[in-house]
């Protein structure tokens, strides 16, 4: 069996996790616990895409630096 993650083929969503960090998910397997939609199911390229465009800062939220409002 192939790996979905790299089915150029196949369809995605975009995870997010409380840290911030973004994942490329299958949309046939289920979300796993403490991930949150943020895209909804397209192909491959159009979700990594996204990504790219939100993902702009890789450290987890917890090594962030806080804003001062």
């Known amino acids: 069996m192939a790996n979905p993650f790299e089915n150029a083929d196949g369809t995605y969503l975009v995870l997010i996790n409380k840290e911030g ?3 490329l998910w299958p949309g046939f397997i289920d979300v796993p616990s403490g991930w949150t939609v ?7 390229e159009a979700c ?3 990504i790219q465009s939100h ?13 001062n409002v």
């Open 21 to 23: 960090q973004y994942s």
């Open 38 to 44: 943020v895209h909804e199911q397209k192909g491959r």
């Open 48 to 50: 990594l895409d996204y």
């Open 55 to 67: 993902w702009s800062d890789m450290r987890p939220n917890s090594l962030k630096p806080v804003e």
